[in-house]
Protein backbone atom coordinates (compact mmCIF):
# COMPACT_ATOMS: atom_id res chain seq x y z
CA UNK A 1 0.00 0.00 0.00
CA UNK A 2 1.35 2.90 -1.33
CA UNK A 3 2.06 6.77 1.67
CA UNK A 4 -0.87 7.96 -0.01
CA UNK A 5 -3.34 5.38 0.44
CA UNK A 6 -2.56 4.52 3.82
CA UNK A 7 -4.24 7.33 5.37
CA UNK A 8 -7.21 6.85 2.83
CA UNK A 9 -7.79 3.27 1.86
CA UNK A 10 -9.42 2.79 -1.22
CA UNK A 11 -13.25 2.05 -0.80
CA UNK A 12 -15.24 0.16 -3.61
CA UNK A 13 -19.24 0.28 -4.22
CA UNK A 14 -21.23 0.10 -7.26
CA UNK A 15 -21.80 2.92 -9.61
CA UNK A 16 -25.07 5.12 -9.36
CA UNK A 17 -26.71 7.57 -11.96
CA UNK A 18 -25.76 10.31 -9.91
CA UNK A 19 -21.96 9.42 -10.53
CA UNK A 20 -22.27 9.84 -14.24
CA UNK A 21 -21.05 13.47 -14.18
CA UNK A 22 -18.06 12.95 -11.90
CA UNK A 23 -17.44 9.35 -13.89
CA UNK A 24 -16.94 11.33 -16.67
CA UNK A 25 -14.76 14.12 -15.26
CA UNK A 26 -12.39 11.24 -14.66
CA UNK A 27 -12.68 9.81 -18.10
CA UNK A 28 -12.27 13.00 -19.77
CA UNK A 29 -8.92 13.92 -17.18
CA UNK A 30 -7.78 10.62 -17.22
CA UNK A 31 -7.59 10.41 -21.45
CA UNK A 32 -6.01 14.14 -21.57
CA UNK A 33 -3.10 13.62 -18.60
CA UNK A 34 -2.46 9.77 -18.52
CA UNK A 35 -2.81 8.91 -21.91
CA UNK A 36 -0.79 12.29 -23.50
CA UNK A 37 1.97 9.98 -24.36
CA UNK A 38 0.50 7.47 -26.55
CA UNK A 39 -1.90 9.40 -28.12
CA UNK A 40 -2.10 13.08 -29.77
CA UNK A 41 -4.52 15.64 -29.12
CA UNK A 42 -6.69 15.16 -31.71
CA UNK A 43 -7.01 11.64 -30.61
CA UNK A 44 -7.66 12.54 -27.19
CA UNK A 45 -10.48 15.09 -28.18
CA UNK A 46 -12.10 12.49 -30.68
CA UNK A 47 -11.76 9.67 -27.60
CA UNK A 48 -13.43 11.95 -24.67
CA UNK A 49 -16.33 12.85 -26.99
CA UNK A 50 -17.45 9.46 -25.62
CA UNK A 51 -18.97 11.31 -22.95
CA UNK A 52 -21.81 12.68 -25.06
CA UNK A 53 -23.42 9.73 -25.47
CA UNK A 54 -25.16 10.30 -21.97
CA UNK A 55 -27.59 7.10 -22.95
CA UNK A 56 -24.32 4.86 -23.12
CA UNK A 57 -23.04 5.62 -19.50
CA UNK A 58 -26.95 5.71 -18.21
CA UNK A 59 -27.34 2.18 -19.87
CA UNK A 60 -23.57 0.85 -18.60
CA UNK A 61 -24.16 2.22 -14.81
CA UNK A 62 -27.70 0.88 -14.75
CA UNK A 63 -26.95 -2.70 -16.65
CA UNK A 64 -23.36 -3.60 -16.14
CA UNK A 65 -21.08 -4.44 -13.09
CA UNK A 66 -19.98 -1.43 -12.49
CA UNK A 67 -17.71 -0.50 -10.04
CA UNK A 68 -16.05 2.65 -8.35
CA UNK A 69 -12.96 3.14 -6.25
CA UNK A 70 -12.91 5.88 -3.71
CA UNK A 71 -10.24 7.48 -1.80
CA UNK A 72 -10.91 9.90 1.04
CA UNK A 73 -14.34 10.46 -0.45
CA UNK A 74 -13.45 11.29 -4.06
CA UNK A 75 -13.92 8.92 -7.14
CA UNK A 76 -10.09 7.30 -7.83
CA UNK A 77 -11.03 4.91 -10.51
CA UNK A 78 -14.06 2.95 -12.36
CA UNK A 79 -14.61 -0.18 -14.24
CA UNK A 80 -16.99 -2.09 -15.58
CA UNK A 81 -18.11 -5.80 -16.86
CA UNK A 82 -20.40 -6.66 -19.79
CA UNK A 83 -22.46 -9.20 -19.76
CA UNK A 84 -19.70 -11.01 -17.22
CA UNK A 85 -16.82 -11.45 -20.23
CA UNK A 86 -16.44 -8.20 -21.33
CA UNK A 87 -14.52 -5.11 -19.81
CA UNK A 88 -15.96 -2.51 -21.12
CA UNK A 89 -14.94 0.98 -18.88
CA UNK A 90 -11.60 0.85 -16.59
CA UNK A 91 -10.38 4.73 -15.93
CA UNK A 92 -8.11 5.37 -12.98
CA UNK A 93 -7.60 9.33 -11.88
CA UNK A 94 -4.20 10.28 -12.96
CA UNK A 95 -4.22 11.49 -9.29
CA UNK A 96 -4.15 7.76 -8.00
CA UNK A 97 -2.12 5.77 -10.21
CA UNK A 98 -0.01 3.02 -8.90
CA UNK A 99 -1.80 3.04 -5.73
CA UNK A 100 -3.51 -0.26 -6.23
CA UNK A 101 -6.87 1.21 -7.54
CA UNK A 102 -7.20 0.20 -11.09
CA UNK A 103 -5.93 -3.40 -9.39
CA UNK A 104 -8.55 -3.42 -6.86
CA UNK A 105 -11.26 -2.71 -9.37
CA UNK A 106 -10.25 -5.30 -11.92
CA UNK A 107 -9.54 -8.30 -9.10
CA UNK A 108 -13.34 -7.60 -8.43
CA UNK A 109 -14.68 -7.59 -12.25
CA UNK A 110 -12.34 -11.47 -12.82
CA UNK A 111 -13.73 -12.54 -9.76
CA UNK A 112 -17.43 -11.51 -11.01
CA UNK A 113 -16.50 -13.28 -13.97
CA UNK A 114 -15.57 -16.64 -13.00
CA UNK A 115 -18.19 -16.46 -10.83
CA UNK A 116 -20.83 -15.97 -13.42
CA UNK A 117 -19.33 -18.89 -15.29
CA UNK A 118 -17.37 -16.71 -17.92
CA UNK A 119 -14.79 -19.52 -19.77
CA UNK A 120 -12.50 -16.02 -20.94
CA UNK A 121 -12.41 -12.30 -20.66
CA UNK A 122 -11.90 -9.59 -23.94
CA UNK A 123 -11.41 -6.14 -23.28
CA UNK A 124 -10.49 -3.48 -26.07
CA UNK A 125 -7.75 -1.85 -24.25
CA UNK A 126 -5.56 1.42 -25.36
CA UNK A 127 -2.04 1.72 -25.90
CA UNK A 128 -1.60 2.96 -22.31
CA UNK A 129 -3.47 0.15 -20.80
CA UNK A 130 -2.14 -2.33 -22.25
CA UNK A 131 0.69 -3.03 -20.02
CA UNK A 132 -1.64 -3.16 -17.03
CA UNK A 133 -3.52 -5.98 -19.35
CA UNK A 134 -0.53 -7.74 -19.77
CA UNK A 135 0.31 -7.78 -16.07
CA UNK A 136 -3.20 -9.37 -15.51
CA UNK A 137 -2.69 -11.97 -18.11
CA UNK A 138 -4.05 -11.10 -21.22
CA UNK A 139 -2.62 -11.43 -24.84
CA UNK A 140 -3.55 -8.85 -27.55
CA UNK A 141 -5.78 -10.63 -29.94
CA UNK A 142 -5.84 -8.01 -32.66
CA UNK A 143 -4.87 -4.52 -33.22
CA UNK A 144 -8.19 -2.47 -33.76
CA UNK A 145 -7.93 0.39 -36.24
CA UNK A 146 -10.97 2.85 -35.15
CA UNK A 147 -11.91 5.95 -37.23
CA UNK A 148 -13.90 8.44 -35.47
CA UNK A 149 -14.65 11.21 -36.92
CA UNK A 150 -11.97 11.30 -39.06
CA UNK A 151 -9.09 10.64 -36.60
CA UNK A 152 -7.72 6.95 -36.69
CA UNK A 153 -7.15 5.89 -32.82
CA UNK A 154 -5.53 2.42 -32.51
CA UNK A 155 -6.19 0.28 -29.46
CA UNK A 156 -5.94 -3.49 -28.74
CA UNK A 157 -8.63 -6.33 -28.16
CA UNK A 158 -7.29 -8.35 -25.58
CA UNK A 159 -8.24 -12.16 -24.17
CA UNK A 160 -7.77 -14.00 -21.09
CA UNK A 161 -8.74 -16.98 -20.06
CA UNK A 162 -10.41 -17.61 -17.18
CA UNK A 163 -10.37 -20.80 -14.38
CA UNK A 164 -13.36 -23.11 -14.06
CA UNK A 165 -15.51 -21.49 -11.32
CA UNK A 166 -15.87 -24.01 -7.90
CA UNK A 167 -19.65 -23.59 -8.88
CA UNK A 168 -19.21 -25.14 -12.28
CA UNK A 169 -16.66 -28.00 -11.13
CA UNK A 170 -19.44 -29.10 -8.79
CA UNK A 171 -22.33 -28.48 -11.54
CA UNK A 172 -24.44 -31.82 -12.54
CA UNK A 173 -25.05 -32.16 -16.19
CA UNK A 174 -28.45 -32.06 -17.02
Known amino acids: MSPDT ?14 MAGLQQ ?18 RTVWKQGTQNEQ ?17 NAIAGFGS ?18 KGVAGTIYHLLEKEAIQNGAARL ?25 LIRGIEIINYRMEKSLPVSPDRLNATPI
Open 56 to 72: RWLDAIENQYFLIAEIG
Open 6 to 19: AHYPIEIRPARKSD
Open 122 to 146: TSDVSLTARPFFEKQGYTVMKTNRN
Open 26 to 43: LYCQTIEHTCKQDYNEAQ
Open 81 to 98: LLNSCYIDFMYTSNVHLR
